[in-house]
Structure formats: C-alpha cells, structure tokens
C-alpha cells in the first residue's frame, strides 16, 4: 500500500524553527517528485515547494523563499521540510504529496501535519 | 502565475442529483488540470487528471471536461459521501502550481 506518514508539527514562536517529516512506503521513493503544500486553518491549498525525485531541482513559493528548505533523502524514504524564521502566517496543516514524473498532478497525500506560529 | 477560479463558492444539492462544479484557468492551461476531493479532517486526494481522466477508483459518476482556460466537474448523482470542498488546480506553467479557491458541495 502506497503510503505518505508525516511527523514534526507542532507549536513554535515567532522567529523559531521546526523540522517536518514524510516517510514514504510502498513505492519506488527515488523515482518521484515530492511536494510540500499547505492549508491555512479554513482557508483553500497553497503550493509550498517541490524537489525533483533525485533532489536536483526544487522550487519554493515566493512566501517562503529563503526562509524554507526541502530535501528528500532516497536511501531512507524520507522528505523533509526544515521551516526557519517562522510567522504566523505559516501557521497551517501542512501536507507532504507524490508527483509522478512527466506532467502528472499529485497523485498520494500524506495526512498532514499542524503547524502553529504563536507567542 | 496562473490564476485558478472556481465558482460557485457554495454549491447546495439534493442527493441523487446532479452537480456541476467550474474552474477558470487566467490563462491556456491546455489539459494539465487536476480536480481533488477533501473531506472534513482529511488530506485532499486525485479525483481528476489531464482535465477528464478518472484517477484509480474513482466512481464513474464522476466526469471532467475542458481544455484550455474553462473546466467543469460533473458528479452524475450525489450520494451522501460525495458531499465535500473540491479544488482544482493546473500543473501546466509552474512553480508555481496553482489552485482554485474550492467550492463547498453541500446538502440540500
């Protein structure tokens, strides 16, 4: 079974850092394009940041840029976003998904993990 | 960016009917246009893609349509599980990947 488990979230300062997790089973990990997006509380999905299925290219949105870091480590099925210089508009039930390669949508979603920036 | 706009915001219809759900693209997305289903509590998951493309397991009623910048999803006949928010989004010209507001498919 094709399966995305998110860990990491959780409650941080304005300023603070947090480290997200994805742990993927069931399917080649290194043959996929992984993503990061993002649900303000009620509010619609935004597109985070992608990395290539080798890690070569990635992609952030203009809102994090800078301040996010995706990486994916192959040999241990694993994606990761490390959050840095956090604001409450971060605050928001983040979701790792798969993108197979070629023009292809998100195709698997992990179950989400809560982020939440406050003093 | 491509702009994704999705109307109604609010969709209220009766189970066993039919609902018709659209999505605008602010430019030519061409057929790169996904549709998700998100329920209360849970991740969104592929209903749709290449614009009318059912994604493994997804019930025949089901059906997307469009090409370019107007898109619809039609759900033939609402049954009780059918009733959620639905996102669209284009994976034509990214980053960044982009979605539509969501529309709320409700009870009647």
């Known amino acids: 079974e094709v399966q995305l488990v998110q860990s990491g979230g959780g409650l941080v300062k304005p300023g603070g850092s947090l480290r997200l997790s994805c742990e993927a089973s069931?399917?080649?990990?290194?043959?996929?394009?992984m993503i990061w997006v993002r649900q303000s509380p009620g509010k619609g999905l935004e597109w985070v940041s992608s990395i290539s299925s080798s890690g070569k290219y990635i992609y952030y949105a203009d809102s994090v840029k800078g301040r996010f870091t995706i990486s994916k480590d192959n040999t241990k099925n694993s994606l990761f976003l490390q959050m840095n210089s956090l604001r409450a508009e971060d605050t928001a039930l983040y979701f790792c998904?798969?993108?197979?390669?070629?023009?292809?949508?998100?195709?698997?979603w992990g179950q989400g993990t809560l982020v939440t920036v406050s003093s | 960016e491509v702009v994704m706009t999705q109307s109604p915001t609010t969709l209220s219809v009766s189970p066993g009917e039919r609902a018709t759900l659209s999505c605008r693209a602010s430019?030519?997305?061409?057929?790169?246009l996904a549709w998700y289903q998100q329920k209360p509590g849970q991740a969104p998951s592929l209903l749709i893609y290449?614009?009318?493309n059912r994604a493994t397991g997804i019930p025949a009623r089901f059906s997307g349509s469009g090409s370019g910048t107007e898109f619809s999803l039609t759900i033939s006949s609402l049954q009780s599980e059918d009733f959620a928010v639905y996102y669209c989004q284009q994976y034509y010209k990214w980053p960044p990947y982009t979605f539509g507001q969501g529309t709320k498919l409700e009870i009647k």
């Open positions: 290449g614009a009318s």
């Open positions: 998904a798969r993108r197979p390669s070629g023009d292809w949508p998100f195709d698997c």
């Open positions: 069931g399917f080649t990990f290194s043959s996929y394009s």
């Open positions: 430019q030519s997305v061409s057929f790169h």
